[in-house]
């Protein structure tokens, strides 16, 4: 039989950090917070997604897998080689590494889509981009502040937007940030709520389905 805490694995929130591959001009405590914030998604039972960059989301990743977490990284690239040695991208720190052949903007929307909510860090404009692209598609978006101007900039794009967004959170403290963001995206995924009830009590689902499993 497989093990009871591992069917339903990939009912873990997928929890996307985003952030600039170089951080410069990020400030000093960027790396930390970025790190911080990476522990808390492992902390908080949930799986890292990131670009498989280097720079604030190389740091989350580091974070994840030192809390003990999962971390699935997206490259622009098509395969391991040019992900090396073309775009000069890490392999560490990444249990999986999905080469999404797309580029850069083509992976940077296969990553927010295929995240339960995504939280931004100190980031350039590839990272504005992820958070316009997870913006229009009504994701939770989670907004950490610091030293760096990123949250400025955000607050600026949604006064000038005229499309409110009731699903973003600022927060200075990464642990507080991820917790706040999680009880979004479960409250959204409320009609699902029996389910993950059902497999935190440790109970079956009910039905033919679980035989099969």
């Not at 249990?95 to 929307?109: A, E, K, P, Q």
């Not at 000038?160 to 959170?169: D, T, Y």
């Not at 927060?171 to 009830?197: C, F, M, N, T, W």
């Amino acid at each position: 039989m497989f093990p009871e805490d591992k069917k339903h694995i990939h009912l873990k929130l997928k929890l996307c950090v985003s952030g600039a591959a170089e951080t410069g001009h990020c400030g000093e405590s960027a790396l930390t917070k970025a790190q911080e914030l990476g522990a808390a998604v492992a902390q908080n039972n949930a799986v890292l997604v990131t670009g498989a960059t280097t720079g604030f989301p190389f740091w989350a990743a580091k974070g994840a897998k030192e809390a003990g977490g999962f971390s699935i990284g997206l490259s622009p690239a098509g395969n391991e080689k040019e992900h090396s040695e073309v775009y000069d991208l890490p392999l560490d720190y990444l249990d999986l590494i999905v080469y999404t052949g797309f580029g850069f903007s083509g992976r940077n929307l296969l990553l927010t889509r295929a995240s339960d909510a995504v939280f931004v860090g100190c980031g350039r404009i590839g990272t504005i981009n992820e958070f316009t692209i997870a913006y229009e598609d009504k994701k939770p978006l989670g907004i950490l502040e610091g030293e760096w101007e990123t949250g400025k900039v955000i607050r600026n794009i949604i006064e000038k937007a005229h499309r409110p967004n009731e699903k973003v959170i600022f927060d200075s403290d990464p642990k507080a940030l991820v917790e706040r963001v999680i009880e979004l995206v479960k409250k959204e995924k409320q009609e699902y709520g029996h389910l993950y009830e059902s497999i935190a009590d440790g109970k079956k689902l009910g039905g033919e389905r679980d035989v099969l499993l």
